[in-house]
């Protein structure tokens, strides 16, 4: 795997600029991929043990230093996104599907919080919680994401360059103002997309 090629390929999927990027390799018998929110110029610092080592992680951290935001929703949305596509499958998510979509469609339920996923208040932290990881809600949460990051990349393709520019922001009003959609008009259009019919 090569550092700089995958910044290269990702910046211009995300639409984002390229960044340099320091990679701290550590030995760790623990899972650690960790990058810090480095606002630019600063050079974001990726943090990942030898042992967890794979393009799939390494996108998923790439993304993050690329394109850093607070808010949560967006972050861990595209970072999974990258990591999906890089690995052509869900199974860092301990999902069999070959991509986000399809494990939307298959477990998505209409009881699922999706708003919840995007509200800073009730602390959406709490659906991305790595702790958490062995619920299906949480690790469905980050499927939600990331396929709703990609209809929105598609839809909207300098969606991360506006995440980059505007720093601070809560993430729904941001989608209404971008988009000139209500979110609930935005989630229709995504359902409709990847033909999730049965649970809207
Ligand atoms: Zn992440």
Redesign the pocket.
């Known amino acids: 795997m090569n550092l700089q090629s995958l910044i290269i390929e990702i910046a211009s999927y995300l639409n984002v600029d390229e960044r340099e990027v320091r990679l701290k390799l550590i030995n760790s018998k623990e899972y650690v991929a960790h990058t810090t929110i480095n606002w630019i110029p600063d050079t974001p610092e990726i943090t990942i043990s030898a042992n967890c080592l794979n393009n799939g992680v390494l996108a998923?951290e790439i993304t993050?230093a690329l394109m850093p935001t607070k808010a949560i929703f967006f972050?861990?949305g595209f970072?999974n996104m990258m990591h999906a596509y890089t690995d052509k499958n869900c199974n860092f998510l301990f999902f069999s599907e070959k991509t986000l979509d399809e494990v939307v469609v298959k477990y998505y339920q209409r009881d699922f919080p999706f708003e919840l996923l995007l509200d800073e208040n009730y602390d959406n932290a709490k659906m991305f919680a790595i702790e958490k990881f062995y619920l299906m809600d949480n690790r469905l949460g980050y499927a939600v994401a990331g396929s709703f990051c990609n209809f929105l990349l598609l839809n909207y393709p300098l969606i991360c360059r506006e995440i980059v520019k505007r720093r601070n922001f809560i993430p729904s009003n941001f989608l209404e103002q971008f988009t000139n959609l209500k979110v609930k008009d935005l989630k229709q259009q995504w359902s409709d997309t990847i033909k999730c019919i049965k649970v809207f």
């Open positions: 998923h993050h972050g861990e970072a």
